[in-house]
């Protein structure tokens, strides 16, 4: 079946414009997760989606990024007055429930960048 | 302190080698532990769960040791195939957020 998909692929952007960043998960998974892997780095958690209950937004790192989801299907992330630190590969994952064991799925990444 | 470390190495292998990598984890509440793989340039994929008594695949061996708060994943008869980047990741509460290490680059030569 379709595995999770994320649009676009690639995104350059001028510093200080917005971007919005779409992931659309697998079909079934409630819960939705967002990372962002800078270059030569480890993957960082940004905020998590389970089903209907408030977001985990731990991970965001300030308050220009900011993440929807609409129900239990596509989620956008949005970067506000994005900075040159932003670029990086922002991944989406998702998962059958958002229970310790249960394997995530990763989409392919939108590669940012700021110039 | 890192809340998941490892060696970013890289670790050059000739073909056949055997290898391990380390991982070590600073919440002791952690609920669950994972080996990922990610090739260059793209997405991690899930390789092994990593069980309290040890649990193998293949080629493939994970350790846990939770008094000491250290992972390990031993590959056998490594393949040109293996070369990728191998992420320790933790689960440090009930929940899916996953805490990911800094990955360990092996490469396999022939």
């Known amino acids: 079946g379709a595995g999770v998909s994320q649009s676009p692929s690639n995104k350059v952007t001028e510093k200080g414009k917005d971007v919005e960043l779409r992931c659309d998960p697998i079909s079934g998974h409630t819960a939705l997760y967002w990372y962002r892997q800078r270059l030569g780095q480890g993957l960082e958690f940004l905020i998590y989606f389970q089903g209907n209950s408030a977001p985990d937004k731990s991970g965001l790192p300030s308050d220009r990024f900011s993440a929807e989801r609409t129900g239990e299907s596509v989620s956008t992330l949005t970067i506000q007055r994005t900075q040159q630190e932003d670029s990086a590969v922002y991944l989406c994952a998702s998962s059958l429930a958002g229970l310790a064991a249960n394997e995530q799925y990763f989409g392919p990444g939108t590669r940012l960048t700021v110039t | 302190r890192k809340e998941v470390e490892q060696d970013p190495g890289p670790f050059n292998v000739p073909e056949g080698a055997t290898v391990a990598f380390n991982c070590t984890y600073s919440n002791s509440a952690s609920q669950s532990f994972f080996w990922y793989r990610q090739d260059c340039r793209k997405e991690p994929k899930l390789l092994m769960s990593?069980?309290?008594s040890g649990n193998e695949d293949g080629r493939f061996t994970a350790q846990l040791n939770r008094a000491s708060q250290y992972i390990s994943l031993l590959i056998r008869d490594s393949k040109l195939s293996d070369s990728a980047t191998y992420l320790c990741?933790?689960?440090?509460?009930?929940?899916?957020?996953?805490?990911f290490g800094q990955g360990t680059t092996l490469q396999v030569k022939p």
């Open positions: 990593v069980y309290s």
């Open positions: 990741v933790v689960n440090p509460s009930n929940t899916g957020k996953l805490i």
